[in-house]
Nanobody, 128 residues
Framework: QVQLVESGGGLVQPGGSLRLSCAAS????????IGWFRQAPGKEREGVSC????????YYADSVKGRFTISRDNAKNTVYLQMNGLKPEDTAVYYC?????????????????????WGQGTQVTVSS
């Protein structure tokens, strides 16, 4: 049974840091691209970052480039999103997702609807 479980969200002050985890089960995430998305109240879901399969090439939205880092621990079958320099506009529910129906190689699925498995989300709130 394929499952993605996010954790690590919480309340943090502006400028602070959080590390989100996405633990996978039912498949080996090394072989698939894993994306992080976020959705703030009243806004559309936004792609934040992605790590490609095997060679682990990383991609970032311009809004988080230089502040967020995506990484993968193959032994733990887990992907992380290290978030530094958090801003109030980073407040959202964060989701990880994967597409098990397509081999994307060194690329990542370009659109949210390309992903077919999603976690339940973890809330990140940046506020003083």
């Amino acid at each position: 049974q394929v499952q993605l479980v996010e954790s690590g969200g919480g309340l943090v002050q502006p400028g602070g840091s959080l590390r989100l985890s996405c633990a996978a089960s039912g498949f080996i995430l090394y072989y698939y691209a894993i994306g992080w998305f976020r959705q703030a109240p009243g806004k559309e879901r936004e792609g934040v970052s992605c790590i490609s399969s095997s060679d682990g090439i990383t991609y970032y939205a311009d809004s988080v480039k230089g502040r967020f880092t995506i990484s993968r621990d193959n032994a733990k079958n887990t992907v992380y999103l290290q978030m530094n320099g958090l801003k109030p506009e980073d407040t959202a529910v964060y989701y990880c997702a994967t597409d098990l129906s397509t081999l994307w190689g060194s690329s990542c699925p370009p659109r949210s609807y390309d992903y077919d498995y999603w976690g339940q989300g973890t809330q990140v709130t940046v506020s003083s």
